[in-house]
Structure formats: C-alpha cells, structure tokens
C-alpha cells in the first residue's frame, strides 16, 4: 500500500491555474499532490547574441526552489552556481524546446522561471508542465501569425519502490526509490527525454520498457488536463 493509498499506475490530484501572476505574458501554478511550482514566461523581442541574424528564436528556463519549500530551509541559490538547479533547468529548456519550432517563433526570446514554493517529489516534470502551459499562453499574447508549437508536452516522474513499478512518485517514495526516472513525451508518443538512475542496483530492459509503458500512461493523462486548459494549440 502507498503511503497515499493511491493505486501503483496513478497519478497524483494535478491542478493547473491559467494566468496566475499578472504580469507575465503567460503563467500558470502548479499543484501537483502536495508539490506546488509557479511558472512563468517572458519574452523578449530579440534573441541571445549567438542567435543573431540566424532568423530564429531561443526558448529556455531557469529553476529554482524557495527556502521553505522543504522540511529543512533551502539556502538561496543567489548566484545560480546549485549543480542540480543548473541540471534541472537545462532539462526544462531542452524538453521545451522540442516542441516548438524556433524558426516560426522569429527572433524572439521565452524564458520560463519555474519555482518551486512547495516540494513533495517530482519538481522537475511539474515545471516543465507548467512551462508549457506558460509558454503557450505567453506565444498566443504576442500575437504571432502562426503558433510555433508543434505538439502537447507531457512529464511525469516513477519508479521502483520495494520491487514494484509505481508512477508519479511522492518525496517519500523518490528517497527510497531503486531506480528513479523522469520521462517527457510529447502527443504525438515521441520522447523527449529520460533520466533513469539505478539507485541500489542495475535493472533489466524488460522493467526499462515497462517502466517507459507506465510512464506514458500518465504522460497521456496530464496532456489531456492541458487540452482542457488550452484548447487547440492551432
């Protein structure tokens, strides 16, 4: 039994609020079981300098977690050197970017700022789900000819807990995981990315694929809580 009597393929309660921070283009907050991440997006009507004159636009992210998001006080990543913040917004970044055709977003800037104000496991897919429902909306209030989103993204995390495969798991859960994964997929069933880390001892690719299996049933779910929050991308 979970410690939340959840059955092992289900998710967590996930609520999605639109538009939740009044001056970002786009934003939205995250609740996610007992995980809570505001995110929002920014955009700039030019693109880093390496990008100049190449005709397209950039999209990244930037993560980060208040001091009492845990049960210990987080010290204040002030000047953004945390190894694991950098690894987390890289993933953000990457895992956005492979959505959006940066050729049709013109030179034209998006950053997402994703921070965490509550931590209960599963930060990091939470983010990039409400990346996307920012950059989304902050695409559609720059008044683009053409939405540059090519697909729904969807992340989820899971894992194996006392031998057993079990999605989206809780901070309990992820502290005592034997193997620990994050998968991103978009709605056309195409990866986006995986991070999976035997923690005790190595795994087979059977349980791998079980696991991707599992992984993209939930995926599937929280992209159709985003198709009832957006709508058509087009």
Do not use: H
Not at 3 to 32: C, F, H, T
Not at 59 to 64: F, G, K, N, W
Not at 171 to 186: I, K, L, P
Not at 187 to 208: G, H, L, M
């Amino acid at each position: 039994m979970r410690i939340d009597s959840r059955d092992n393929d289900q998710l967590r309660p996930v609520k999605i609020e639109p538009n939740y921070m009044k001056y970002a283009e786009g934003s939205a907050l995250v609740v996610w079981g007992e995980t809570k991440v505001i995110c929002t997006a920014s955009w700039e009507p030019r693109v880093p300098n390496w990008l100049k004159e190449l005709g397209q636009g950039w999209v990244t992210a930037e993560y980060s977690m208040i001091p009492r998001c845990s049960p210990q006080r987080i010290q204040r990543d002030i000047n953004k050197k945390a190894s694991r913040s950098v690894e987390i917004q890289r993933l953000i970044g990457r895992s956005l970017r492979s959505v959006v055709d940066l050729q049709q977003l013109g030179e034209n800037s998006i950053t997402i700022d994703c921070d965490v104000v509550q931590a209960d496991g599963g930060t990091r897919v939470a983010s990039i789900v409400g990346g996307f429902v920012s950059l989304v909306l902050a695409l559609r209030n720059i008044g683009l000819k053409k939405m540059p989103i090519k697909d729904y993204l969807g992340a989820v995390s899971l894992g194996i807990i006392d031998n057993e495969l079990r999605l989206d798991l809780n901070y309990e859960e992820d502290s005592r995981a034997q193997v620990d994964m994050n998968f991103v997929m978009d709605s056309a069933q195409k990866i986006a990315e995986v991070q999976a880390t035997a923690e005790i001892s190595t795994f087979p690719f059977d349980t791998f694929n079980k696991m991707l299996e599992l992984g993209r049933k939930g995926i599937n779910e929280i992209i159709e809580l985003e198709k009832k929050i957006l709508g058509p991308l087009q």
